[in-house]
């Protein structure tokens, strides 16, 4: 792939705090990327400082949640003809020095989607524990459904293509994406690749997941895999 027009997609809400260092940098990442934020009914300062910024601003009336955001940006892309989307969250966690690592994956063809993994090589990264139980309970799951090893199922540090930007902005799951979204693609008989990064705990703002909705999220997510599968909704490939 040569010369592809890139789209970083910044979902964000009420991340005042953490926003415009993401948005710097993306830009000393990759200088080349387009930025679209996608305020997802913020009250706080999201969009002043998106547009402050220099990037492109797409608002939702009120909170609709990641999933919604993410397709919003996936239409977006879709609409402007990008070739590659990257997703890179506004809170801070994901480090922007590796997105050339998750380009380079798929502008060699190497999968459709490049996702970016914390526990690939070393397994070191923190955070809460339920929520780290989680991920390798989804990524057990998801490995055996998509026949091969997955380390890093819930995250949302990833680069697609054009045809799973086409895929995206049709059809994209609502709440808490990221892992039915791996098995969407799959499904779809796109290729996936997991890539290793470096995360970092939130740089501002507070997590939509408490206790409560994390255990909401486990049963959600699991049903959402068992139904996805079973009635084989995803899209297929052309």
């Not at 098995?183 to 408490?210: C, K, N, T, Y």
Request: proline share 4%; hydrophobic share 45%.
């Amino acid at each position: 792939m040569v010369n592809p027009r890139i789209l970083t997609i910044i979902p964000a809400h009420n991340e005042a705090d953490s926003l415009a260092r993401v948005i710097a940098e993306v830009r000393a990442a990759v200088a080349k990327a387009d930025i679209v934020v996608v305020d997802d009914g913020s009250w706080d300062a999201t969009a002043a400082i998106a547009l402050a910024a220099g990037a492109e601003l797409l608002r939702l009336p009120f909170n609709l949640g990641i999933g919604s955001a993410m397709q919003t940006g996936f239409k977006f892309a879709s609409r402007e003809g990008y070739d590659i989307a990257v997703q890179v969250d506004g809170d801070g966690q994901h480090d922007a020095s590796y997105i050339p690592v998750l380009l380079e994956a798929v502008m060699k063809g190497d999968c459709d989607m490049a996702l970016g993994s914390r526990y690939l090589n070393s397994g070191s990264y923190g955070g809460p524990a339920g929520r780290r139980w989680g991920t390798a309970l989804f990524s057990r799951i998801l490995s055996l459904m998509l026949g091969q090893k997955m380390t890093d199922a819930t995250s949302g540090f990833r680069a697609i293509n054009r045809p799973l930007i086409e895929q995206f902005a049709r059809d994209y799951p609502r709440d808490y994406p990221e892992v039915e979204a791996l098995l969407a693609a799959h499904m779809a008989r796109r290729r996936i690749r997991e890539v290793p990064v470096d995360m970092r705990q939130r740089g501002g703002g507070r997590s939509s997941i408490g206790s409560f909705r994390s255990v909401y999220y486990m049963v959600k997510v699991l049903l959402a895999l068992l139904v996805t599968a079973t009635r084989g909704r995803a899209p297929q490939a052309d």
